[in-house]
């Protein structure tokens, strides 16, 4: 949706911060955000899926 384009866009700069501190992956990644209290598009804490998801949208849009 449009709307978790935008959030992809968005969270880029949260996740390429977790990734400068050394989190590389997705199971690293999400426990980091969850620890930040940093929430998914829809307000839930994230897993490696949502991740690996989030990750996705934004090599589609061609932010990866």
């Known amino acids: 949706s449009r709307m978790a384009d935008e959030f992809a866009k968005e969270i880029g ?5 977790v990734r400068g501190e050394g989190f590389a992956s ?5 426990a980091r955000f969850n620890d ?3 929430k998914s598009f829809q307000g839930k ?4 899926t949502s991740v690996n998801k989030l ?4 090599r589609q849009l061609g932010l990866e």
């Open 36 to 38: 930040l209290g940093i």
């Open 26 to 30: 997705a199971r690293k990644i999400a």
């Open 55 to 58: 990750i996705h949208r934004r």
């Open 45 to 48: 804490s994230w897993s490696h």
């Open 13 to 17: 700069e949260k996740l390429e911060m």
